[in-house]
């Protein structure tokens, strides 16, 4: 009873975390940019491996880099996943450095068996944010002066997903997955003037993205090795965006003037990956990811900066119990090592906004409980030409809570 008690604890405190921080943000000033910065939003154990996933198989957590990957959940069990992460991040530019501590979710979502052969899972994600200050200077036209303006954002792209696996064969997986993309992003402009000016722009987006993924894995009994190979297309999919300028004259707000803006798309691009993973001596696994998107066939409508192709490389090393009878609990700790480098799909001042990240963390098994803890640091704007560094610490936490269903009662 008691562990039943200290779930719905946990899950409560997090449920009440959720309400209020669902739609916290990265405060990066990057995220200014396009339909703003997308997030990490996996697994805790896959952020730790390096946001590797597209060949790892998830019996006891939900891994949504590969709907494949849901075939391998044991039989009779439901998993519900609640994520979360608190970042701390110190930006530095030639005019200082600003410190900025968040915390957000990033995951809250559920998967079971609905057939012998057929798995489901549901969830919702933030997909991007935006939340940024930028202090700059606009000159006044016709003189050599300027006025001060300030750049604000704030909101971001969020989605309700299904996805469904299916196993075709003890080494075969497919999978496929619907997401509905819905948000509001609001970006303000405030020059500063003889009487402030403020122009608010809202805009609010829609539309449903697809994806495919499959899984294929072998095993090699003389070499005790365990190998599985894994494949994702999530297709280009269009974003409807509606939404208004006001614009305001005074800080008093006494004079407000509001438009509608003309129906503008954007999208997100066609994105392929592949994975890999290894399995030695069912203890030590190592995965590797490739994922390369099309944002160089993007046209962004929000932001004049262009596109180019993304290319992200992930690898992970993990490191399994050794004992199969855990006589403590430290002898069944998961310890998880990851590296991550994301070259970014975008440029500014000809410059382009890179992304590498190192992790390590731990998973816990718990009493129908698993607990995983990672910690990261990287750099964004890894290039010395960059306007604008990023240096980020960051936890991620999951829980995932295992619960039997589909088990018949007897009766003694």
């Not at 991040?89 to 030639?94: A, E, F, K, L, R």
């Not at 798995?119 to 036209?141: H, L, N, R, W």
């Not at 974003?239 to 008093?252: A, H, I, P, Q, W």
Request: hydrophobic share 35%.
């Amino acid at each position: 009873m008691m562990h039943i008690k200290i779930n719905r604890i946990t899950g409560i405190s997090f449920l009440c975390l959720f309400a209020q921080t669902f739609s916290a943000q990265n405060s990066s000033p990057y995220s200014y940019f396009g339909i703003g910065m997308f997030n990490n939003v996996d697994n805790s154990r896959n952020i730790a491996l390096g946001n590797t996933g597209i060949a790892l198989e998830a019996p006891d957590y939900i891994n949504s880099k590969n709907p494949a990957a849901l075939t391998s959940i044991t039989a009779k069990n439901a998993i519900f996943d609640i994520s979360g992460t608190f970042r701390y991040n110190s930006i530095s530019s030639n005019l200082g450095t600003d410190n900025r501590l968040n915390s957000n979710f990033t995951n809250f979502s559920a998967a079971f068996r609905i057939s012998k052969n057929a798995f489901v899972s549901i969830g919702m994600q933030p997909t991007t944010s935006a939340d940024y200050k930028i202090k700059s200077t606009i000159p006044i036209e016709g003189t050599l002066g300027e006025y001060p303006i300030t750049y604000e954002g704030s909101g971001g792209i969020s989605n309700w997903g299904i996805n469904l696996g299916y196993k075709i064969n003890k080494d075969w997986s497919v999978g496929g997955k619907v997401k509905n993309n819905f948000g509001k992003i609001i970006r303000k402009e405030i020059i500063t003037t003889t009487s402030d000016l403020e122009i608010s722009r809202n805009i609010r987006y829609t539309g449903f993205s697809y994806g495919l993924g499959t899984q294929y894995s072998h095993e090699f009994e003389e070499n005790r090795f365990h190998l599985v190979l894994g494949g994702t297309v999530n297709f280009k999919s269009k974003l409807t965006s509606k939404g208004e300028v006001v614009y305001t004259e005074n800080s008093d707000y006494t004079n407000s003037v509001t438009t509608k803006l003309s129906s503008e798309n954007s999208s997100l691009p066609l994105e392929m990956g592949i994975g890999i993973s290894l399995l030695k001596n069912e203890r030590y696994r190592l995965s590797f990811d490739f994922t390369q998107s099309d944002w160089n066939k993007v046209k962004s409508t929000a932001t004049s900066e262009k596109y180019y192709k993304q290319n992200t490389y992930g690898l992970g090393f993990e490191l399994l119990p050794e004992k199969k009878r855990i006589e403590k609990l430290s002898e069944a700790f998961i310890y998880r090592f990851g590296l991550n480098y994301d070259t970014g799909y975008y440029k500014i001042n000809n410059a382009k906004i890179d992304k590498i990240e190192a992790t390590v963390g731990i998973g816990i098994p718990l009493k129908k409980t698993v607990l995983n803890l990672n910690y990261g640091y990287g750099i964004h704007g890894v290039q010395k030409n960059v306007a604008i560094r990023e240096n980020y610490h960051m936890l991620n936490i999951s829980f995932n809570f295992l619960d039997t269903w589909f088990t018949k009662r007897y009766i003694d």
